[in-house]
């Protein structure tokens, strides 16, 4: 039994996972410590324990739904069809220019980490990978 004021988390480290509960005072200090905490609740992603603005990440929200997926599949290929339906499940160039390469690059920049998420084409169909890393993931419910 946990409280109704805990906070959830799923951390990702590489292939494995665990889960972790705050007080809401305990998560204030330790979000720094994940590499990327994606707030589902919030929409909000932070890296090192600093939000992300919509200049850096365009949809914070639909890239927090497409991270969901590829967490539960870490180290394998998802087809555009398993993603939520968006602009961005439909359009391979629209996912890559306004979510893939700017999260990569900002999580490259913040953590001197690389965020190892790949996108391959096929004639009508593209998928996606994020492999196993040395980032501390959160998923924060």
């Given at each position: ?15 494995q ?22 707030l ?7 890296i ?6 919509s ?16 967490l ?39 953590t ?26 959160w998923?924060?419910?």
């Amino acid at each position: 039994f946990v409280s109704p004021n805990t906070i959830l988390a799923k951390e990702y480290t590489g292939r494995q996972t665990a889960t972790l509960t705050f007080s809401a005072e305990q998560f204030t200090e330790e979000i720094a410590k994940a590499d990327i905490a994606l707030l589902e609740k919030t929409g909000r992603i932070f890296i090192k324990g600093q939000p992300l603005n919509s200049q850096e990440l365009h949809s914070q929200k639909a890239a927090i739904r497409i991270l969901k997926i590829l967490l539960t599949k870490i180290g394998q290929e998802v087809s555009n069809n398993e993603l939520p339906p968006s602009s961005y499940a439909n359009d391979r160039y629209e996912l890559q220019g306004k979510i893939v390469s700017p999260l990569i690059k900002i999580v490259e920049q913040k953590t001197k980490k690389t965020l190892d998420l790949k996108i391959r084409s096929e004639a009508s169909q593209f998928y996606l990978k994020l492999n196993p890393s040395n980032l501390r993931i959160w998923l924060v419910r």
